[in-house]
């Protein structure tokens, strides 16, 4: 099984950048679709953002309208590691943050639709995670 360790985070004021890192390791990993969760208290875990770097003839990214523009999703393939990149961080951005493997490629931003691949109940086992508590 895939393994997945998030690290990175940290406590941060308003207007401040990070970088969070998800290494990934496993006989079945998979560099194709990779996403970004985000999880407060009391509420579902939401998909901020994800990527496709495959067969397919185009990548594909997606953004949550929150994140647009401040956030950016990449990996380094030789290091197995996924990367978001937080900028101009705000206090709505506080969460426990995870990456996420889909259990399936499909649709994974084919034609602009992500479907199941923002599911939280269709990824990998969730790992720790890395807390991100952002200080207005």
């Known amino acids: 099984q895939v393994v997945l360790v998030e690290s990175g985070g940290g406590s941060v004021q308003a207007g401040g950048s990070l970088r969070l890192s998800c290494t990934a390791s496993?006989?079945?990993?998979?560099?194709?679709?990779m996403a970004w969760f985000r999880q407060v208290p009391g509420k579902e875990r939401e998909g901020v953002a994800a990527?496709?770097?495959?067969?397919?003839?185009?990548?594909?990214?997606y953004y949550a309208d929150s994140v647009k523009g401040r956030f950016t999703v990449y990996r380094d393939n030789a290091k197995n590691t996924l990367f978001l990149q937080m900028n101009n961080l705000k206090f709505d951005d506080s969460a426990m943050y995870y990456c996420?493997?889909?259990?399936?490629?499909?649709?994974?931003?084919?034609?602009?639709?992500?479907?199941?691949?923002?599911?939280?109940?269709?990824?990998?086992?969730w790992g720790q995670g890395t807390q991100v508590p952002v200080s207005s």
């Open positions: 496993g006989v079945d990993y998979s560099y194709n679709c």
């Open positions: 996420a493997e889909p259990r399936a490629w499909t649709p994974c931003g084919y034609g602009g639709n992500w479907g199941r691949s923002l599911d939280p109940d269709h990824m990998t086992p």
């Open positions: 990527l496709y770097l495959g067969g397919r003839t185009e990548s594909a990214y």
